[in-house]
């Protein structure tokens, strides 16, 4: 922002000084040293110096000149010039020809343009006098200044166009907010045009600003952010020291006031109410309350808590972080019957205090909280929250181990029945009475298969059956001494035959599936029948192991090569158990250390007199009797089958004899006719009679038949059977049965009746019963042939 203002016209008077002027050039010749009077004249006034060379003073020349001449700037002469236009002076440097221009007869110097300050303070130029005729410099080129006067032609400029700062609320007055800077385009070192004064034109007066250093404050004390954030704060910086016609500037300075924790938390309310049934779980969320705080950020964080009353062991309240928010929550399980109101203080306070505000008052607030309880259907409660039972293993079936109780919470104690889940229980070893909850076993227990039994019971309100508890129970089968001790492995124990009495020879263990309390002790004792064993000893050693020990001095395999030791093993608990376990003890040659070396039978074949030859020729032999059979069989698979009948036209029947003769039509008892009704009495597979067959085929399966199905239907479907198997092989096959159908339309066709039959029967019709009658047509349907 500029102001402008309209300046007066001055009108500026320079005075020139005489200095000394160093030359830039000095010559050796002596003639030159001769004195001359060399000036620069200006308003009427002549400079003079008395040694050679030019050195001249900076002229000094008025910025933005608005006259409407050239502004003259001085003249340049020398004693040289006589006046007759002799002399040329010329020119050079900053701006010559452009800027700044020379009369070459007078030497007077012109500014020729409007020139700014701000864009170059000062000129540097080079002056020199030629003589016209001769070309010669009548005085050496000699320097010197222009510098350019300001003026106040530039306003002060803020760094910034727009400032934002904070402050804390609540601050004292003179608290620092921000500091703003203006800088001024003009000359500093000439006149007040550079010099910055500010002031504030809006924002009081809640600010001030310094007006040199440009620091804004505060200028109220106890501002509150709660009543107003934002302020605008204008700031004008002005030149000419803040004097009237100096120019000024202005820049805007947006001011927030930041929170301090100065307000407590307070409740809106004094009192809530909340309401929950007494069947809600632990942790349910009842409620939220909330304290209002006008500050903000960490400053209005705050935390919830109880601070007494007679819920508060039964309810507990957190803090929602995002949302400030109290929320009621359950603590320990709710029971209508036993109390139907809670009365709760809750106290909101500030986690973060500032001290400096302490004098306010706390920093809390406490609201009232009521919680009713409502009545609901409850289930059944367990007396406690597990069972565990222990039983002996050997417990009789039907026997009751343990007993749990549930009761109704309820005021109208309803009726309870007790069930056993049997996806615990899939064996259904247990089982409970279902009114007074007494848990039995049904089936016998072992602990050496399971040990532990977890199963649930369920209790069930009767009226109502979708109110119901489960409870974990754990049986623990204890042990009994059910089980006889055995050897804990199979020992494949030797002797040697040179063994001495008194050698171990083995060290065997026992294993018991049983568990006694006070841990296993065993015993070890020949059996009984055998006392005193001639050839080894058994001893006890006293820690559940026993040694065995030789008795006699050297042992033969030719006469004994295994020896069989019982050893009786028996434990001490009660009832004591005991088996009898058999040591295999083998005789076996050593060397002289007591390292076995052979134990098999070689050595005892060797000595009966079979060598080694012997034994491979008898091997070889049975080999070779092998070979002949595979041979032999093989050769008979591969003889190939020549059939029976040999030409197609040999129709011969097939005769077979029995060597027996039957009672007549009247001897039911000659045939068993239940052999043609019963389907499985026939074989599984026919073959053809006069070929030998290769390939036994697969005979399909028929169904089988009732026994009282008739012999013409059983014999009709086997026909149909045999002719609709496909698997049936590619040639005719006669199936003789000793029966006749009834009304036939050729009646009998055996030639034992021919004699009582007309002798001229036509047999013409067989020719039409198809191919299967061909054969039978040919011999009886042509004349020649009943001559024949």
Same mark, same amino acid.
């Given at each position: 922002?500029?102001?402008?203002? *309209?300046?007066?016209?001055?009108?500026?008077?320079?005075?020139?000084?005489?200095?000394?002027?160093?030359?830039?050039?000095?010559?050796?010749?002596?003639?030159?040293?001769?004195?001359?009077?060399? @000036?620069?004249?200006?308003?009427? #006034?002549?400079?003079?110096?008395? #040694?050679?060379?030019?050195?001249?003073?900076?002229?000094?020349?008025?910025?933005?000149?608005?006259?409407?001449?050239?502004?003259?700037?001085?003249?340049?002469?020398?004693?040289?010039?006589?006046?007759?236009?002799?002399?040329?002076?010329?020119?050079?440097?900053?701006?010559?020809?452009?800027?700044?221009?020379?009369?070459?007869?007078?030497?007077?110097?012109?500014?020729?343009?409007?020139?700014?300050?701000?864009?170059?303070?000062?000129?540097?130029?080079?002056?020199?006098?030629?003589?016209?005729? %001769?070309?010669?410099?009548?005085?050496?080129?000699?320097?010197?200044?222009?510098?350019?006067?300001?003026?106040?032609?530039?306003?002060?400029?803020?760094? !910034?166009?727009? $400032?934002?700062?904070?402050?804390?609320?609540? +601050?004292?007055?003179?608290?620092?907010?921000?500091?703003?800077?203006?800088?001024?385009?003009?000359?500093?070192?000439?006149?007040?045009?550079? #010099?910055?004064?500010?002031?504030?034109?809006? @924002?009081?007066?809640?600010? +001030?600003?310094?007006?040199?250093?440009?620091?804004?404050? %505060?200028?109220?004390?106890?501002?509150?952010?709660?009543?107003?954030?934002?302020? =605008?704060?204008?700031?004008?910086?002005?030149?000419?020291?803040?004097?009237?016609?100096?120019?000024?500037?202005?820049?805007?300075?947006?001011?927030?006031?930041?929170?301090?924790?100065?307000?407590?938390?307070?409740?809106?309310?004094?009192?809530?109410?909340?309401?929950?049934?007494? +069947?809600?779980?632990?942790?349910?969320?009842? /409620?939220?309350?909330?304290?209002?705080?006008?500050?903000?950020?960490?400053?209005?964080?705050?935390?919830?808590?109880?601070?007494?009353?007679?819920?508060?062991?039964?309810?507990?309240?957190?803090?929602?972080?995002?949302?400030?928010?109290?929320?009621?929550?359950?603590?320990?399980?709710?029971?209508?019957?036993?109390?139907?109101?809670?009365?709760?203080?809750?106290?909101?306070?500030?986690?973060?205090?500032?001290?400096?505000?302490? $004098?306010?008052?706390?920093?809390?607030?406490?609201?009232?909280?009521?919680?009713?309880?409502?009545?609901?259907?409850?289930?059944?409660?367990?007396?406690?929250?597990?069972?565990?039972?222990?039983?002996?293993?050997?417990? #009789?079936?039907?026997?009751?181990? /343990?007993?749990?109780?549930?009761?109704?919470?309820?005021?109208?104690?309803?009726?309870?029945?007790?069930?056993?889940?049997?996806?615990?229980?899939?064996?259904?070893?247990?089982?409970?009475?279902?009114?007074?909850?007494?848990?039995?076993?049904?089936?016998?227990?072992?602990?050496?298969?399971?040990?532990?039994?977890?199963?649930?019971?369920?209790?069930?309100?009767?009226?109502?059956?979708?109110?119901?508890?489960?409870?974990?129970?754990?049986?623990?089968?204890?042990?009994?001494?059910?089980?006889?001790?055995?050897?804990?492995?199979?020992?494949?124990?030797?002797? *040697?035959?040179?063994?001495?009495?008194?050698?171990?020879?083995?060290?065997? +263990?026992?294993?018991?599936?049983?568990?006694?309390?006070?841990?296993?002790?065993?015993?070890?004792?020949?059996?009984?029948?055998?006392?005193?064993?001639?050839?080894?000893?058994?001893?006890?050693?006293?820690?559940?192991?026993?040694?065995?020990?030789?008795?006699?001095?050297?042992?033969?395999?030719?006469?004994?090569?295994?020896?069989?030791?019982?050893?009786?093993?028996?434990?001490?608990?009660?009832?004591?158990?005991?088996?009898?376990?058999?040591?295999?003890?083998?005789? *076996?040659? *050593?060397?002289?250390?007591?390292?076995?070396?052979?134990?098999?039978?070689?050595?005892?074949?060797?000595?009966? @007199?079979?060598?080694?030859?012997?034994?491979?020729?008898?091997?070889?032999?049975?080999?070779?009797?092998?070979?002949?059979?595979?041979?032999?069989?093989?050769?008979?698979?591969?003889? !190939?089958?020549?059939?029976?009948?040999?030409?197609?036209?040999?129709?011969?029947?097939?005769?077979?004899?029995?060597?027996?003769?039957? /009672?007549?039509?009247?001897?039911?008892?000659?045939?068993?006719?239940?052999?043609?009704?019963?389907?499985?009495?026939?074989?599984?597979?026919?073959?053809?009679?006069?070929?030998?067959?290769?390939?036994?085929?697969?005979?399909?399966?028929?169904?089988?038949?009732?026994?009282?199905?008739?012999?013409?239907?059983?014999?009709?479907?086997?026909?149909?059977?045999?002719?609709?198997?496909?698997?049936?092989?590619?040639?005719?096959?006669?199936?003789?049965?000793?029966?006749?159908?009834?009304?036939?339309?050729?009646?009998?066709?055996?030639?034992?009746?021919?004699?009582?039959?007309?002798?001229? =029967?036509?047999? @013409?019709?067989?020719?039409?019963?198809?191919?299967?009658?061909?054969?039978?047509?040919?011999?009886?349907?042509?004349?020649?042939?009943?001559?024949?």
């Amino acid at each position: 922002m500029r102001t402008y203002h *309209c300046l007066p016209l001055f009108i500026w008077t320079y005075m020139f000084h005489t200095i000394d002027a160093i030359p830039f050039q000095e010559k050796a010749n002596s003639d030159l040293r001769s004195e001359r009077i060399v @000036g620069l004249t200006q308003d009427g #006034k002549t400079l003079h110096r008395t #040694k050679r060379g030019w050195m001249w003073n900076q002229f000094f020349l008025l910025e933005e000149y608005t006259g409407t001449d050239t502004q003259y700037v001085g003249k340049l002469h020398t004693d040289q010039d006589k006046g007759d236009g002799n002399l040329k002076y010329i020119l050079t440097g900053d701006g010559a020809g452009s800027l700044f221009v020379i009369d070459e007869n007078t030497g007077d110097i012109h500014a020729a343009k409007k020139l700014d300050r701000e864009e170059k303070s000062l000129y540097v130029l080079r002056a020199k006098a030629i003589d016209r005729k %001769t070309g010669r410099q009548v005085e050496p080129e000699s320097e010197f200044i222009i510098k350019i006067h300001d003026i106040n032609d530039n306003e002060p400029k803020f760094t !910034k166009d727009l $400032y934002t700062a904070s402050v804390p609320e609540m +601050s004292g007055v003179g608290t620092s907010v921000i500091q703003v800077t203006a800088t001024d385009a003009d000359d500093a070192n000439y006149g007040n045009s550079a #010099k910055v004064v500010y002031s504030i034109l809006q @924002g009081q007066p809640y600010f +001030s600003v310094d007006p040199e250093s440009g620091i804004i404050k %505060t200028a109220l004390p106890d501002m509150s952010r709660e009543n107003r954030e934002q302020y =605008q704060v204008v700031i004008q910086a002005k030149d000419m020291g803040g004097q009237m016609g100096g120019l000024s500037g202005t820049t805007t300075v947006n001011i927030t006031l930041t929170d301090v924790n100065n307000n407590p938390p307070r409740f809106p309310q004094s009192t809530y109410q909340f309401y929950s049934p007494e +069947s809600v779980p632990l942790g349910t969320h009842l /409620g939220r309350i909330k304290a209002n705080d006008p500050d903000v950020g960490e400053n209005a964080e705050m935390e919830y808590s109880i601070a007494e009353g007679d819920g508060a062991d039964m309810f507990d309240v957190i803090t929602d972080k995002d949302t400030q928010e109290g929320i009621i929550t359950v603590k320990q399980n709710l029971d209508y019957e036993n109390k139907m109101l809670y009365t709760l203080k809750v106290d909101a306070s500030n986690t973060h205090p500032d001290p400096r505000f302490l $004098y306010l008052g706390p920093f809390k607030d406490t609201a009232v909280v009521k919680i009713s309880v409502e009545d609901m259907d409850e289930p059944p409660v367990f007396s406690k929250i597990f069972y565990l039972i222990e039983v002996d293993e050997d417990v #009789k079936e039907g026997s009751i181990i /343990g007993q749990v109780t549930a009761y109704d919470p309820d005021a109208m104690d309803n009726l309870i029945k007790y069930s056993v889940d049997r996806h615990s229980d899939m064996d259904r070893i247990f089982s409970i009475h279902s009114e007074n909850g007494s848990i039995f076993t049904l089936k016998p227990l072992d602990r050496e298969s399971t040990p532990w039994h977890n199963i649930t019971i369920t209790a069930t309100e009767i009226n109502n059956s979708k109110q119901s508890s489960r409870i974990p129970v754990f049986i623990r089968i204890l042990d009994i001494n059910d089980h006889a001790p055995e050897l804990a492995m199979y020992y494949e124990t030797f002797v *040697c035959e040179n063994a001495k009495p008194g050698q171990l020879i083995q060290t065997v +263990s026992v294993m018991d599936k049983d568990d006694p309390p006070r841990g296993h002790k065993f015993f070890f004792e020949p059996v009984p029948e055998f006392p005193l064993n001639p050839n080894f000893t058994i001893v006890d050693n006293k820690d559940n192991t026993a040694g065995i020990m030789t008795r006699k001095d050297g042992y033969s395999r030719n006469k004994m090569s295994t020896y069989l030791l019982p050893i009786l093993i028996f434990d001490n608990d009660y009832p004591i158990q005991s088996s009898t376990g058999t040591l295999t003890i083998r005789v *076996c040659a *050593c060397d002289n250390q007591g390292n076995m070396q052979s134990c098999n039978a070689e050595a005892l074949v060797l000595s009966a @007199g079979l060598s080694t030859g012997a034994l491979i020729a008898i091997l070889l032999c049975v080999v070779i009797l092998l070979v002949l059979v595979v041979l032999f069989a093989a050769l008979k698979r591969q003889r !190939k089958k020549e059939p029976l009948i040999i030409s197609k036209d040999d129709v011969r029947d097939n005769i077979v004899t029995y060597n027996d003769e039957g /009672g007549g039509e009247e001897d039911t008892q000659a045939f068993d006719i239940g052999t043609l009704r019963n389907p499985e009495a026939r074989e599984d597979s026919k073959f053809r009679r006069d070929v030998m067959p290769e390939t036994i085929f697969q005979i399909r399966r028929t169904v089988p038949l009732w026994e009282n199905i008739d012999v013409q239907d059983f014999i009709h479907r086997r026909l149909k059977e045999n002719d609709s198997d496909p698997s049936a092989p590619p040639y005719d096959s006669l199936a003789t049965y000793a029966y006749e159908g009834n009304d036939s339309i050729a009646d009998s066709l055996s030639s034992l009746e021919s004699p009582t039959v007309d002798c001229n =029967q036509d047999y @013409g019709y067989l020719s039409d019963w198809g191919p299967r009658f061909k054969k039978l047509a040919d011999m009886y349907g042509g004349d020649d042939s009943d001559r024949d």
